[in-house]
């Protein structure tokens, strides 16, 4: 393992998405073979890291002698869950909080709370001689703290994501004393993702009494985030209070089928967010991941009888498993940029899906990533930390360099295709409705766009107002909307029918103005080749 340092072929532990970064070594098709290899790249991992800090590990073997520290190493890589004994030999220092604390919650919170786990003096989670434990680091102005489990007794991932299980006692009392004890000034949320954001309450617009919002309180919660996980980051800045800052996917080069799975990864994460903005998108959505499971053959690999809302959150862990497959340079360092060889081709996978672009810029931005430790440091001196679009700069390349807090939408790809279906099913329906009462099909139809409706449902009143035109999108490989082009008569099987669409004022000077002059530039475009065409073949 000594070895692996030495010679350059690791150079730092990797550790899962839930415990600091992003992905765990593992590739197969056979899942237990795949947990096999993980377990054994983790023990890998973690003896190659006290290699290359020896001068740590002669010291952890002197405290232990070599029999108590192999102990302590499987004691370390078992678990998740140790005794109570050994939590209190591995601390050297642990706070102690009264439970007092959770007086400082509200009414109707702690009736919840109590109905889920009990009372406080009753529970036996992380909790003697009726005080609290939280495990950390005391570095005295700034404490390391794993952030608690949400419970037992189930799936650790699937409580990840639970809407339904309210936070425990130990959970609840860990973010008060962060507040109220401790008297932090910050919070840094390392590690993409965290379970806070997915705790009970409202999608958005949260109040007083929803979890999320009874634990942060006012604390700022600085979140270094993966560029490319859009709809999970949006989340933790909707019901987390999160402030994102991206880094950077690992670097990549040039794989085959790959990139099929970094679609299908894509179209899940558009699916999660779709479910909080509108149920008919996410329908759409939902419909082509089960296409492509099935084309991909991964229903067989994984099992799955039904693709529904569960089997979504299966797919997506297994993806992010499978991604380490395609990161052949190993894991990004938050603040460090790619070089070498690795730069190299990973310009070169960028360079060919976003041809327009100089290979100096691409260079340029993706060296650029010590923003992101200057922007968390900014970020907590009070500094503004700025917006950017997020996703991987194979996809989009405006999102780099990175260091920014992302958001997620992106008017040059409205409409969406999805949404471009549903829209041409509403005007589908609007012309049959029209041709069934009057019996003849309408010369012109009305529209009215609201900006924020853009945002909610991807475009899908540009997709009917197109598809009225009998126009249609053009997308380009990174599904940007490039163009439009004329609906052969033969297929449209009616005349084209003119649109009136009075634009809001509303937005204007923001990001949804910015949304609604890309969306009158392309239906210009498209009312001025729907008035050159004929309604012939």
């Not at 390349?397 to 939408?409: E, K, R």
């Not at 529209?447 to 380009?476: C, Y």
Request: hydrophobic share 35%.
């Amino acid at each position: 393992m000594g070895a692996c340092h030495r010679w350059g072929i690791e150079t730092g532990i990797l550790v899962e998405k839930r415990h600091g970064y992003n992905y765990e070594h593992c590739f197969s098709y056979n899942w237990n073979a795949m947990k096999g290899y993980h377990y054994l790249m983790k023990t890998g991992h973690l003896f190659t890291i006290l290699a290359q800090y020896s001068e740590c590990l002669i010291k952890t073997v002197k405290n232990h002698g070599l029999k108590g520290f192999i102990r302590f190493i499987r004691e370390t890589v078992s678990g998740p869950w140790p005794d109570e004994e050994t939590v209190f030999r591995r601390l050297n220092r642990n706070f102690q909080l009264r439970l007092e604390w959770c007086k400082h919650i509200v009414s109707d919170y702690n009736e919840k709370m109590i109905a889920e786990w009990g009372r406080a003096e009753n529970s036996e989670m992380m909790i003697r001689d009726n005080e609290i434990i939280i495990p950390c680091v005391n570095l005295g102005n700034i404490v390391l703290v794993p952030q608690p489990v949400r419970g037992w007794g189930d799936d650790p991932q699937k409580l990840y994501h639970s809407t339904q299980l309210w936070p425990h006692h130990q959970y609840t009392a860990f973010y008060l004393w962060l507040k109220h004890g401790f008297k932090a000034d910050a919070m840094i949320s390392l590690g993409t993702h965290g379970s806070h954001e997915w705790l009970p309450g409202k999608q958005a617009g949260l109040s007083q009494s929803c979890a999320p919002e009874v634990l942060i309180q006012e604390l700022p919660n600085l979140y270094p985030y993966i560029m490319d996980n859009i709809g999970e980051g949006l989340q933790a800045k909707r019901r987390g209070r999160g402030v994102l800052i991206d880094y950077l996917i690992p670097a990549m080069k040039k794989a085959g089928i790959y990139e099929e799975y970094r679609d299908m990864g894509v179209l899940i994460a558009e699916y999660n967010d779709a479910l909080t903005r509108s149920a008919e998108l996410a329908e759409q959505k939902l419909r082509r991941i089960k296409d492509m499971v099935k084309k991909l053959g991964l229903d067989k690999d994984l099992l799955l009888e039904e693709i529904d809302e569960e089997a979504v959150e299966e797919l997506e862990h297994y993806l992010v498993e499978l991604q380490e497959a395609y990161a052949p340079y190993g894991m990004h360092t938050f603040g460090i940029s790619p070089q070498g060889e690795e730069l190299k081709e990973f310009c070169q996978l960028v360079k060919e899906r976003n041809e327009e672009v100089a290979l100096s810029e691409i260079e340029k931005n993706l060296t650029s990533c010590y923003l992101e430790t200057d922007r968390l440091i900014g970020g907590l001196e009070g500094k503004y930390v700025p917006s950017a679009q997020g996703n991987d700069p194979l996809r989009n390349i405006d999102a780099i360099p990175t260091g920014n807090n992302f958001y997620g939408f992106d008017p040059a790809k409205v409409p969406s295709k999805d949404a471009y279906k549903l829209g041409k099913k509403q005007a589908q329906e609007m012309v049959e409705k029209y041709l069934k009462e009057k019996g003849t099909y309408p010369e012109k139809i009305g529209l009215i766009f609201w900006s924020i409706e853009l945002q909610r449902n991807e475009g899908t009143q540009v997709g009917t107002a197109l598809h009225l035109l009998g126009m249609k999108p053009v997308w380009d490989k990174n599904n940007k909307v490039s163009g439009v082009e004329p609906i052969p008569g033969a297929m449209l099987n009616r005349p084209g029918i003119d649109v009136h669409i009075p634009l809001p004022s509303t937005g204007s000077g923001s990001g949804n103005g910015v949304a609604l002059a890309y969306q009158r530039e392309l239906l210009s475009e498209g009312s001025r080749a729907a008035g050159k065409r004929t309604n012939k073949k």
